[in-house]
């Protein structure tokens, strides 16, 4: 699987919109983009994945550039529940999925 | 509807002694995986069920960590003579599609073992 990189933390105001990076330079054609956060004592939670066109769904937007290479998460109106650190994750057609140590998103009043 | 469920929620044992720890997968989910989370990390594979099958355990950190899913269903992992080190927090996520999909998993709350 190709390796990501996500800065290590990030700050946003509560209902301001959160950008969430990911860099993916050496994903290949047919390795989807994944999303997972983990609110703190919590298990990850799924957010989104997406192959090529950008997604979105009731918790978030995924834009992924055209030339793949790099991702954002986009939280529309960040609320302080949305504190949490998020995981970008390539996979393709893999059992497993494989952590790196995410971003730690602060979100505050 | 029910989300993945395990217990116990905590668990603490004397370095020695066996565990076992307990998974239950969302009802009519194929894949079932197991995953470690140290402290500050995030969380790293142990094993993977397709139904009662173990397709892979190539994460199991020594042959003192042992899963089965017997039915295909519920999932046990098992750690005999727990050491400090085994200390973390033990996910269980699952799946819906078999092998080699691109279907999200579902994870667990997890289990932290202390090992005193």
């Known amino acids: 699987d190709a390796k990501t990189t996500q800065p290590t933390s990030m700050d946003c105001a509560e209902g301001r919109a959160a950008n969430l990076p990911c860099n993916h330079s050496t994903i290949s054609g047919n390795e989807y983009v994944y999303w997972y956060r983990q609110i703190h004592s919590q298990g990850p939670q799924y957010i989104i994945h997406g192959l090529k066109n950008n997604e979105t769904n009731e918790m978030a937007s995924l834009i992924i550039t055209e030339d793949r290479k790099s991702s954002t998460l986009i939280l529309p109106h960040a609320t302080l529940r949305d504190t949490a650190v998020y995981y970008c994750i390539v996979r393709f057609l893999t059992d497993k999925l494989i952590f790196g140590t995410g971003t730690r998103l602060q979100v505050f009043p | 509807g029910a989300g993945v469920s395990q217990s116990p929620r905590y668990k603490v044992a004397k370095r020695g002694q066996d565990v076992a720890l307990r998974c239950d997968p969302i009802s009519g989910h194929v894949s079932l995986f197991w995953y470690q989370q140290a402290l500050g990390q995030g969380p790293e594979f142990l094993t993977y069920f397709q139904n009662e099958a173990q397709l892979d355990k190539s994460g199991l950190p020594s042959d003192r960590f042992f899963a089965e899913r017997p039915e295909g269903s519920v999932s046990t992992l098992k750690i005999q003579r727990t050491q400090q080190e085994d200390s973390a927090v033990y996910l269980c996520?699952?799946?819906?599609?078999?092998?080699?999909?691109?279907?999200?998993?579902?994870f667990g709350d997890g289990t932290r073992l202390s090992i005193l």
């Open positions: 996520a699952s799946s819906l599609a078999q092998r080699a999909s691109n279907q999200p998993q579902h």
